[in-house]
């Protein structure tokens, strides 16, 4: 019983952790992480040892002596803006399953969490922003030079060439393609222009926003809580952005 | 990869295997049919997969059956009995039904106490390697059953396996450890605590306190062990070995009379023999000691004048061993005169014949005579050692001399002390063992059963008792009689009894005393040693301690130690850690880090240069480890005005 006591112990000494955190992390959304362990005891590797940071839970079966391993860890924070992760506790059965010990690791990792992205539908918006005579500035505006954004109704006044006949037959109406605008003008994302209804839903709207646009390519331009506005390039600057509606404060 | 699932179903059944094993030859017929077929019924619901809920609610009712059946039986029979037979039935009927991490830790705890129930019965080497079994698999299951619990149905790689198993190899070396220190120390009796629980075994052995020659079913079981006896090497026609002296005649049976009391006796003359005693049955109260015993130690004993020695009653034998110390071929002289009436008294009934034979052998000359026509008889009378085709029955010796001229020891004594008294030369039978295998590798002598053997003393005036062994006249002793003795153990045989030996002295026979011994034998070597220390007796050892610690130090630091760049890296860093304080103790901080913190060109060096050799995953050059220490030691004393390199914010 001792030496288990003993063994016990000793399987938790000597390890030395560290958390690569997903590129994106985004709040309450599970993502891939990478956890660095190294055992840094001269001769006893470490056995089933389970790890715990802040509810997320990783198993490791084995490290031995002298070595570091890698292993992916699903990390599931909730929250926006950065997060210091400081709880890290281990917890092992080892040897025989007669005591649970536990310990706690000081372990520092600072994270930045994004707003969770929150899909809404960008034509009704723009449809109710032109019911209200407003101009929905979040929005692309439509043109013959970017990539295809939608496809919408034929009005008469578009060209022939943008009719998209596929989804026309398939619909049995005439629909024609409607285009982004081109790399010269950048797409204004305003959160406090999002439909949602409190700060973090905006919020999540616009990134969903960030995603949809850099996906694609396009320029934008985010508006901040200061009236500062942030440009990203076409094809980059995505993460970037997506890191200020992080930080976003409305206040 | 091997899920850890599978790998607890084999340890349930090799858990249970040796729990089982231990007790299954103690077993009644009842558990000892059902058993197999218990285990073939679990090894086919286990290939299969899954027990059926029916299976398992029969097996249960089975089992409270089958202990209701044996509590019964409790109050008929030994309380040990019915113990071990439950516990070897619920074992097989646990290893029936499904083998979770749960269950294994209920076959694991039934194995252990099967185990310790076999106990009950015997303490052989068998259990040892039972235990030793156990030692080992017991720990191995509890590991994966731990890795199985922690994560349930996780699979292991060979290599993680076979390291967690070889890990868990440090149990057992540990416990083992640990069981032999608690093994010498824990206080024990003098007397087995468990024996109660068994009723005193019935004498059934070779050695018998009567000889009765017409009844053949009176002989030994072959070949059980009867004792073991530290001893120098002796010549094989003298071992002897003394029990007690047969002196009155009772029909067909010679029988120690209870109403004698022999006269006192000395042994003198003779090589004296020094012998420790380790008999298998405790319980009969003949003390044996090689022909002629002087003294028992170790025991308290009652000696008789006609240098037999029983255990005091109330003595327990649970010592299991005693010391004697015997004059090999002394003379056993009475103090004063013998009762010639009652060493001449004879049988009730004697045949005829023997009677006519005696008077046939009588001589004008005397005992002395009389003593050699007797042995002459017996020599020309082309008798046989045998243990066949043995007459039996009243006139038994009779027909011995007479008819069949075969017969054991009991015929040969027998019928030479009848005919001796009827010469009216004082004889008596003493019973006790002949020969003995002699076990050089433990230096001692194996006698078993079937070297239970009986000869006559005959009391001549001027020489006291002597010893005569009349089956030695027998045509064919040398090969029947002496043959059989000794000298027939083949090497594996004498290690396999040597083993066996060590095992009962070392752990069966470790009781109080041995503890106490064990405490005396330490506290005088202790003061021995604390007697002989003196600087110059000390100073070889202590050269020789010195340089034994130094190389294990060099050997360790080699085989386990951090290696040159390792070496270099922590002076490197401890450099640092002193000019930049408590900051620079980070873990995590790299080589640049530091270096860039310090502000010391050198430093800056030294991290390129290492990092250079060390993260390409080449070994440093004896050029880039001088180069590397130069650094270090230029660190150490910056020359003044040394360049330094920006600071990191």
Redesign the interface.
Known sequence: MGLTGLLGKNNLEGLRLHLEAPAELYDDQPGLARLHIRNAKRLFPVFLVELDIEGNRAFIPYVPARTAIDIPFDLQLAGRGRVELTGLSLRSRFPVDFFIRNRRLPFSEQLLLLPAPRPFDPGRMREESADRGEHPRSLPRRSAEGEMMSVGDYSGSEPRKHIHWKASARMDALKVKQFAPGSAAPVMIDPALMPGGDLETRLGQAAWLVNLYGKKGLPMELKLASGERLGAEAGSGRLRLLANLALYDAR | MMRVERLLRVCAWLVALPGLASLYPHLDLLPKALIPLLLVLAFHLDRKGEVPRRTGALLAGLTVLLFAFYLVRIPSQSLSIPVVNMAALVLAVRLVGEKTPRQLIQLIALSLFALAGSTLISIDMDFFLYLLMLLVLV?AS??L???E???PG?S?SRL?LR??LR??L??PA??MV?MFFFFAILPRTSRPLWDFLNPEAQATVGFSETVEPGRSESLVTRGRLAFRVESPSLPQDQLYWRGNVLNEPQGGRWVRSAGHRPAPSRVAGGRIVEQTFYPEDRRGRVLFGLDLPQEMRQVRSDAQGDATFTRNRGQSLSRLYYGVRSRMGAQLMPTRGIDRDFYLRLPEEISPRIRALAARLDTPGGPRADLESLGDFFRKGGYRYSMESLPTGEDALARFLFETRAGHCEFFAGSFATLARLLRIPARLVGGYLGGEYNDLGGYYLVTEDMAHVWVEIHLEDEGWVRLDPSRFAVNSGAELLGSRGGNLSLWQRLWDGLDYAWGRAIIRFDLSSQVELLRFTSSGLKRLRGHLDPESLLYPALGGAAIATGAFLFWNLR?GPGPARRLERRYRRLLQKRLGDAARD??LGLFDLARQSGIAEAMDFARLYADAIYRDRPLSRKQRRKLAALLRRIRRPREGGAAVGKSP
Do not use: I, K, M, W
Request: proline share 8%.
């Open positions: 720990p509890l590991l059953r731990c890795a619990t922690s994560c996780l292991l993680q390291r967690l890990y868990g440090v149990l540990g416990s640990l386990f873990p995590s």
